[in-house]
Nanobody, 122 residues
Framework: VQLAESGGGVVQAGGSLRLSCVASGGTFSSYSMGWFRQAPGLEREFVAVMNWSGGNILYSDSVKGRFTISRDTARNTVYLQMNSLKPEDTAVYYC????????????????WGQGTQVTVSS
């Protein structure tokens, strides 16, 4: 499975961005899809995850109520809508795919994208 993220950029605090992750080379509908992020000097951390059917979703406490994960199976794409962005959201955002149910740990992810940079200025 190959994953390709896009949609990152520079935005002012309070602004919005939508990240996209297109999957290829596998059966997209059979994977749980998640978003993680990694800020400079820190470990990669869980942001949001959705199971294969879209019926189960988890968010980290730091983004709950501001970020929304969704998927379009017909387009083999998962999205992360990010609203009310804060400077502490600045990080490289990675898309991940796995056969695990609702992965929240880095080691549970089988496939990773290359990442997309999100920078939130104050």
């Amino acid at each position: 499975v190959q994953l390709a993220e896009s949609g990152g950029g520079v935005v002012q605090a309070g602004g919005s961005l939508r990240l996209s992750c297109v999957a290829s080379g596998g059966t997209f509908s059979s994977y749980s899809m998640g978003w993680f992020r990694q800020a400079p000097g820190l470990e990669r951390e869980f942001v949001a995850v959705m199971n294969w059917s879209g019926g189960n979703i988890l968010y980290s406490d730091s983004v709950k109520g501001r970020f929304t994960i969704s998927r379009d199976t017909a387009r083999n794409t998962v999205y992360l809508q990010m609203n009310s962005l804060k400077p502490e959201d600045t990080a490289v955002y990675y898309c991940g795919a796995t056969g695990s149910f609702l992965p929240t740990r880095e080691y549970e992810i089988q496939y990773w994208g290359q990442g997309t940079q999100v920078t939130v200025s104050s």
